[in-house]
């Protein structure tokens, strides 16, 4: 294994491979255009530059607060090469949370992606005087009085105008580079309490690495990726750099709403993605199934028997398929599986690799079935993202996976996961005590999840420990895996399961509006405002009845008795959700108190 891969990982591939694509980009007019491995280089060299010009020194942190943009990646490898540490800040963040990071982190130089980035820092900058600079990526005019603050290209004019001597620094900070050097601080999402800056070393990062050499195989040069999610977040930064680390390209998705456009136009063989992409993913080729007319719907569902058989029932365990399930599949394949992967973007598929929240196996299945590699996988910011994921052959639908090179696992007290491993961080930031905290004796790192492993080594998830909760008849609840069956509903877009210390589980929902809209319609429900429509009696029977459906297989105290439909959804900007869009309990319990009580009333 190579010592310190990310340091000078784009100088090796431009040295081998020049010309070839190492990123893709969109202009300001949407355009895609490739960034070869000389020129990705070349600006990396130029930002490390730069940032030592700057007075950058080994050791110190820089922040970037935006959206997913190539600098974000040439910043990254900057740092790297100055020996320098990493803070992504996502792009979602309020001014106070960007303002806990930089102080936390002392980070004296911030990239901000745009206008409005650019504002905040410059908020943080007058209650934080550690940050010294702002350097704004996309092209903006800067306030008059901001003596501070500069352009990229006016920060990259400093990089390629610099003297000699500050050349020689970055290169003698290179050649000095160790494995026991902080590569970046990933700041946990805080569903509780203040954010924690995850310490991952280089080692950390070279272990995390080779070891996804062993378990992703198929991964060639040959695959294109698509960064999706926020390269803030410890799995998409995670496995862009797996990725850059065997010469894949890497398309840099700006804006996350406009994923189902951009997947098309990039068709990506690879992608990471959090389950809630998948399900709406499901629940639009679902209703456009349920639009076909008989025959063609028969249609689809013997192909989607025919795909279960061959590729669960024979091609997981390693099997040959009979020549006569083959053939069929083959059919299938070009008449209607095909046609389903063009029309989500993925003409040729390799790995999609699924983790952040519980995903249905009923998903799972389904997607396996038309053909796409789902793979299933369970990590933490602590971790270096993955633990555990799907293996090429003999994987178990139902459970993240299990355990990649160099990880070891346990069951712990209260069924909670243990980590040992050269992959898990060194502690957080300025926290001695949590720190602490966070490590069982004899060094296991304490995720917070509860599970168990079954006898072939697989992880299955039950629970966060901390959202486990007890109604008052004393009957423990795992929210998160009903939270999980109602959200593969067409109707449901969000949920939050209530019921620590009550007498039975309620639900607080947020609907798809404009599928409960169109139901309405076609059902001649009359409504003059969503506030109106959700409170329709009809529209509750028929929620109602949809989540008594998904609710089959639950012990009687698991299911939910009543539920509110919201006419507002649960947002990052409102403090409701994390930035990975995980629910905060606490806040959503706090403010929806009082529609929470009128559930309980007799």
């Known amino acids: 294994m190579i010592d310190n891969i990310l340091t000078l990982l784009p100088a090796r591939h431009a040295q081998e491979r020049p010309d070839a694509p190492a990123l893709a980009a969109q202009d300001e007019r949407n355009k895609w255009y ?28 820089v922040a970037t607060f935006s959206a997913n943009r190539p600098e974000n990646l040439v910043t990254d490898f900057a740092c790297y090469r100055n020996r320098a540490v990493s803070v992504s800040i996502y792009a979602t963040s309020s001014p106070e949370q960007v303002e806990y990071i930089v102080c936390d982190a002392s980070c004296a130089i911030l990239f901000a992606g745009n206008s409005t980035q650019y504002h905040f820092a410059r908020e943080v900058q007058r209650r934080c005087p550690v940050l010294k600079r702002i350097v704004v990526i996309k092209p903006i005019a800067l306030d008059p009085d901001d003596e501070t603050s500069m352009l990229w290209s006016d920060f990259m004019k400093l990089g390629e105008t610099a003297p000699a001597e500050t050349a020689d620094t970055v290169e003698r900070r290179t050649s000095e580079a160790v494995p026991s050097d902080l590569a970046t601080l990933v700041y946990t999402s805080g569903t509780t309490g203040e954010p924690k800056g995850a310490m991952l070393t280089h080692s950390n990062y070279d272990y995390a690495l080779d070891a996804h050499k062993v378990r ?40 996350p709403r406009a994923i189902q456009d951009t997947i098309k136009e990039v068709r990506p063989t690879c992608m990471c ?12 080729v679902n209703e456009k199934i ?91 910011s602590e971790t270096t993202a993955t633990v555990t994921c799907f293996p090429e052959r003999d994987y178990t639908i139902g459970s993240v996976g299990t355990p990649i090179p160099y990880v070891n696992l346990k069951i712990g007290p209260d069924s909670e996961v243990l980590v040992k491993s050269p992959m898990v961080m060194t502690g957080y930031y300025n926290k001695p005590e949590a720190t602490e905290a966070a490590f069982y004796e004899g060094g296991w790192f304490r995720t917070g999840d509860a599970g168990y492993i079954d006898s072939n080594g697989a992880l299955f998830l039950t629970d966060r420990i901390k959202d486990l909760f007890k109604t008052s008849n004393g009957k423990y609840i795992a929210p998160q895996s009903i939270e999980t069956r109602l959200g593969t509903d067409k109707f449901i877009e969000q949920v939050a399961v209530i019921g620590d210390s009550r007498k039975f589980v309620s639900a607080l929902i947020v609907p798809d509006y404009e599928m ?29 009845s949809r989540i008594e459906a998904l609710e089959k297989g639950l012990a009687p105290y698991e299911k939910i008795k009543r539920f509110t439909l919201l006419p507002k959804e649960f947002t990052m900007e409102s403090g ?8 905060k309990r606490r806040v959503i319990s706090e403010r929806y108190k009082d529609l929470i009580d009128k559930m309980y009333i007799s």
Request: with cysteine; hydrophobic share 45%.
């Open 273 to 284: 993605a959090v389950p809630r992409f998948w399900e709406k993913v499901y629940t639009a």
């Open 516 to 544: 409960i809209k169109k139901w309405a319609a076609e059902n001649r429900v009359e409504y003059t405002s969503l506030t109106d429509l959700l409170a329709d009696t009809r529209v509750n029977r028929m929620i109602e």
């Open 576 to 583: 409701e959700l994390t930035n990975t869009l995980k629910i």
């Open 34 to 61: 490739d960034i070869s491995w000389r020129d990705f280089s070349h600006m990396v060299d130029t930002a490390a530059k730069a940032l030592a010009f700057l007075g950058v020194e080994p050791g110190h942190c």
């Open 290 to 380: 349920a639009s076909m007319n008989a025959v063609s719907r028969a249609m689809v569902n013997l192909a989607l028997k025919a795909g279960r058989k061959r590729n669960i029932e024979y091609v997981r365990r390693g099997l040959k398929p009979p020549f006569w399930l083959e053939s069929a599949y083959s059919f299938f394949d070009r008449r209607i599986f095909a046609q389903l992967r063009a029309a989500i973007g993925i003409d040729r598929p390799n790995i999609f690799p699924t983790a952040g929240a519980p995903v249905s196996a009923s998903i799972v299945e389904f997607f396996h079935s038309c053909g796409l590699n789902i793979m299933v996988g369970y990590g933490l």
């Open 216 to 255: 992703l195989t198929t991964l060639s040069t040959d695959d294109v990726s698509m960064a999706f999610l926020p390269l803030s977040h410890i799995f998409e930064k995670g496995f862009t750099y797996v990725c850059l680390m065997n010469g894949i390209k890497v398309a840099v998705n700006r804006d």
